[in-house]
């Protein structure tokens, strides 16, 4: 058989792109091991008393890796310190206390960017700055890779390690709980505030999150949160399992998290850590100045987990979300279905407050005015079902006699445009339809919308309508007479015979039958409720 040139041709042309299959394969592999080495190579600890993940060169000694005694032996623990503050400190301190009494233990410090004054570390002290740098490969700046123990022990700023043997207890506290729902360990730390035990109930649907007083002060008091100063223990692997492991103000990020997985905290009555720096900041000015820092991260961080308000154990209230300098939770409402919902949420409290609050301020107008309202649509469902706006709604509705607006200043002249009242509310002429519009501010357009009728041979009716079902005639007498009912907090007027006023609007059993406003978008999981 003659092999043709063309066929040699082809044949030579099939060997060589073989052998550059081969040889981009090998270097594929050869890269692909480079990688791997340089995750093994960062995962070490970088040397005691260096900077990790900003490349600044090193704030003190070193010697050998960290995760690796002396002997050959490793530790089972790396101590962690994440709070303090940068312009007033004791890291150095904190460091020393440890690596005296336990030089074989990594101490890691943990900053989100790199503290100015530099922080001076002792000699096996690391600073990892958690800030990405261009230069770096991500691995760099990211936490767990420069933990290697099988713990974790967490301690604020100023503590001191006086009995070495300390820590082995806490390890054996936490591994006699084996795969228990108590997945932290912590002792309070003495003269110092002291730590409470909390129990904490995150609730994302409802973006809030409750604190409640628990049952503290006993050896191995179990609880949900802690609040005060203390040092935890908590294994490497759960730690690095949260979404955001180091957040800051630490306590708060860490216990919202380990609540929301179920798990608990053990708060043992001893043994105990010290601090000679008590208080913490040598100055008024330096104290109040962590305390506005603390309050600016707080609000960062419940803002970042979608949490807007915040019932504390004293029964006050903290919130995160909108008022009536600022624009409210969501944008415009496409489809009948606000954002929150495709998230699984319900409207946030903030939200919920402000219309409370517009809604009692509109009605009181009108009432003073002599213009005669009823809670229309999901309104009156709300107040049927909840005596309150619907957890999910966003706005609040109100049907007017349209001869009384006459009798009211807020209404009777805003064809000409909007009024902003003493108050700060802003009465309008809705530019979606014939109705008025009262928004919560300027900045704020959570609003009441009040919708006119008037009477035509006993029907109540209007001379435009817009494409919600609800929006249709129906018989006068339903407001003949009018019944106070309990809405948002006050005594407000609907309908005499509300279910069938329901009904004729939304169909038979809306009522018992929750469900939102445009279900083809997006449906209400009844089994959740």
């Not at 080495?37 to 010697?63: D, I, K, Q, Y």
């Not at 991500?138 to 503590?159: K, N």
């Amino acid at each position: 058989m003659r092999i043709t040139f063309c066929q040699a041709l082809l044949t030579g042309a099939i060997v060589i792109n073989l052998l550059i299959l081969y040889y981009v394969s090998r270097a594929q592999q050869q890269m692909m091991e480079k990688r791997k080495e340089l995750g093994r190579g960062t995962r070490r600890a970088a040397r005691p008393g260096s900077v990790l993940g900003g490349g600044l060169g090193v704030l003190g000694g070193e010697h050998g890796l960290v995760g690796v005694e002396g002997h050959g032996r490793s530790p089972r623990v790396t101590v962690l310190l994440r709070e303090f503050e940068n312009f007033e400190n004791y890291v150095r301190d904190v460091a020393n206390s440890f690596l005296r009494q336990r030089p074989d233990l990594p101490f890691l410090t943990v900053a989100d960017v790199f503290p100015y004054p530099p922080l001076v570390l002792p000699e096996g002290a690391r600073l990892l700055v958690l800030s990405p740098s261009p230069e770096q490969p991500p691995q760099a700046h990211r936490p767990e890779f420069h933990v290697q123990t099988e713990f974790v022990l967490l301690v604020p700023d100023g503590v001191e390690l006086e009995q070495p043997r300390v820590i082995e207890r806490l390890i054996k506290e936490l591994e006699g709980e084996g795969g228990g729902p108590v997945r932290l360990v912590a002792a309070p730390v003495l003269v110092r505030s002291a730590v409470q035990c909390l129990h904490l109930r995150v609730n994302l649907r409802e973006w809030t999150a409750t604190y409640s007083p628990a049952a503290s002060g006993s050896s191995g008091s179990v609880c949900t949160a802690l609040q005060g100063d203390a040092v935890v223990l908590i294994r490497t692997e759960d730690l690095f399992n949260l979404s955001v492991p180091l957040g800051r103000p630490l306590f708060p990020a860490l216990f919202v998290q380990t609540s929301l997985r179920g798990w608990k905290v053990k708060l043992l009555e001893s043994p105990c850590f010290s601090t000679n720096h008590r208080p913490l900041f040598s100055s008024a000015h330096s104290q109040w100045k962590a305390e506005t820092r603390l309050k600016e991260a707080t609000g960062k961080l419940m803002r970042s987990f979608g949490l807007k308000r915040l019932l504390m154990p004293d029964g006050k209230e903290q919130w995160y979300g909108c008022s009536k300098e600022t624009p409210r939770c969501f944008g415009t409402v496409q489809d009948d279905t606000p954002d929150y919902l495709y998230l699984d949420r319900w409207t946030p409290p903030c939200c919920l407050r402000s219309l409370r609050e517009t809604t009692k301020y509109v009605i009181n107008v009108l009432e003073s005015s002599g213009v005669r309202y009823w809670l229309e649509g999901g309104s009156l469902l709300g107040a049927v079902r909840h005596q309150d706006i619907i957890p999910w709604d966003y706005d609040v509705d109100l049907g007017i006699y349209l001869e009384d607006v006459p009798n009211c200043d807020h209404l009777k002249n805003l064809d000409s445009g909007s009024l902003v009242d003493a108050n700060g509310y802003v009465w309008e002429r809705a530019v979606e339809g014939d109705f008025y519009r009262v928004q919560y501010s300027e900045a704020n357009h959570l609003h009441v919308d009040l919708w006119p009728f008037y009477p035509r041979n006993g029907v109540m009716t209007k001379d435009t309508w817009t494409e919600h079902k609800q929006d249709v005639e129906f018989p006068e007498h339903f407001l003949q007479p009018l019944v106070p009912m309990p809405f948002a907090g006050i005594t407000a007027y609907g309908p005499n015979n509300h279910r069938a006023f329901l009904e004729l609007k939304f169909g038979e059993g809306v009522i018992e039958n929750p469900q939102y406003p445009n279900p083809d978008r997006k449906r209400l999981d009844r089994s959740k409720l």
